[in-house]
């Protein structure tokens, strides 16, 4: 299937800063909820200071517990959900401001694939309908939006005179979450956000719908935002890897050396977690104890010394910071252990 | 019950079970003929898809299916024939003889009752001792499931407890009155992988502790390598491959179990197609003649679509239901048909 469709050297007129420009710049961004009955001024650091470069034509995996704000940091990417603070950059404009880009145009080079395939379908609407929406609300007229959703389809292995006039319920999971696909790629997106878009399906339709993901960004040239809790699906699609743990990046690296040597020990528990598939193997210890700690009043200082094998008082006292970075091929982690001056016993050895 | 003929027999002993969902519009084979058995002290794992019938089959177990259910065929727990009990003998033999643990402890705890209420109850419904006494033994039990300062815990809601905790908690009622057969539903599924793996190691080291006999439903591979003895591979409301868990996950006999292993994401070349199982599981309304992962199967022959292959076993302990068992034994690891 992959061997007959050859990436066509494709130039995109939309691509206004090249190959160098990054994609996507995020800045500090901040998302909190207040939360009521948890006490006065009581708010969910959902997102907490993130920054992260998306380079073009990569996948970047985010990787994190439940709570840790993965989710709410790609409905913040869209706008779904205001930041309180901090700044977005798509391909060179800022988002939102009068000389940047806006909401709606960001929206139609960015677009997103949820986890749940039924509940973001239309019951009511047919299959080719659906995908025809989008382009018909961005302008085209009802013949061309028609035209475009039947090509989308056979993009995503859906015959369109067959699953067309279907209505969401008459497709099993592994379809619906190709027509979810099919919409977001229907409006022409340069970027697509796939929020735990495989998660809930089948192990064996899970590799069918990772084979047509990849293929499409092959031939349409696109850069992925892949979030998931699944590391080992992670560490296959993507080629940079974000760890997140109580809205807080705490590793940024490309995927095989986050993989082969994690530098923050949280990455490590994770990795450590991991089942193996051959039952000679079996985890004897738990990498770590206990639960992710609430996030509404997160611990002080570095976030996972609660749960860290190494903590130290340098730990409870400050907060470690990402480091610097530079490209695509820096690897870098929120550890004082990764810090020679920090004053962690260990410094330097991560 | 615990004399010499009963103790040799295999705990639990499942035959051609069946349960269809009948409705006006269609007949649902949820299950349609599972076998297997189990010793005691066995860890079993049902391995399966959504909708290959594992969830039931484990509810029929306890008899859990509601009235509309028609479940057919035999199953003996612990020498009693479970599909015939009634009243009294049936609540003593819920929670008493079988327990289980669920998917979601937040949907299956009662979110107006404390912890301690939940465990008091049952150990007084079962065993008839007092409230003090039970409220100690409840403390007990939150201690063997690693529950921190179980003394405070004991009168927590379950939304005040995390996910973690919360599945700890439900562990500790089906084990309050010692049941010989303890099911477990994806019991780590909705659980974060640095919990996951310690409630698992937790399940493991009670289930040798207390030596009960354990059914656990997975559709993640790397669980049943993690606590089974053996496996029993389910595919559209059948067990279609049954064996040890390192010769099963080594060497699949079904190319369903086989195509399962090869399209599971873990450690792939990234450059490379995943090795998916074309096509997706039948309707169960309307059931394939013939071995139902034939539609699916590169392996499949004209034969294959004429009845169900009848069990063969290739080797000591393994069965399996598939006509070319010989060929996918032949076929390199991890390589889908």
Redesign the interface.
Known sequence: ??ATVQAKPYVDGRDRGGAAQPMLIAKELQRHFKVKGAGKGAVVRAVDGVSFTLFKGETLGVVG??GCGKSTLARVLLHLVLPDSGDLVFDGDTVGETRGISVADLRRQVQMVFQDSYSSLNPRMPVQDSVAFGPMVNGKSKAESRRIAQDILVKVGLRPDLFGPRYPHEL????KQRVNIARALAVGPRMVILDEAVSAL???????V??LL?ELKRTLNLTYLFIS?????V???SDRVLVMYLGQVVELGP?ADVFAKARHPYTQ??LG????????????????????PSPINPPSGCRFRTRCPHAEAVCEAEMPTLGQWEDRSSHVAACHMTNAQSGHSLAGTA | MDGGMVAAAPLLEVEDLSVQFVTREATVNAVSGATFNLKAGEVLCLLG??GSGKSVTLRALMRLLPGRARVKGRVNVAGQDALALKGRALQSFRGGTVAMVFQEPMTALDPVYTIGQHLTEMIRRHKGVGRAEARAQAIELLNLVKIPSAERRIDAYPHEL????RQRAMIAIALSCGPKLLLADEPTTAL???????V??LLRRLQQELGMGTIFVT????????I?DRVAVMYAGRVIEEGP??DV??RPAHPYTA???A??????A?DQ??????G??PDLRRLPPGCSFAPRCSLAMPACRQGFPEPVFPAPGRMARCLRVADVLQQPVGVHA
């Open positions: 299937m992959s517990e439940s099993s999971g592994g379809q089948d192990k064996s339709v899970e590799a069918q990772l084979n990849r809790h699944d590391l080992n699906v560490r296959y699609i995927a528990a994770l977690s991991r089942l193996s598939m051959d039952s000679s193997k079996r985890i004897e210890s738990p990498p770590i104890v206990g639960d992710p | 898809e959504s995390s996910g973690g905790l974060d992988a640095t919990v996951q793996i310690q698992l190691i559709h993640d591979l790397g669980v049943a390598a993690e089974a868990v390192a996950l080594r195509g399962l292993m399209s599971t994401v873990h450690d792939q990234p197609d995943i090795a998916a199982i074309p997706s599981p």
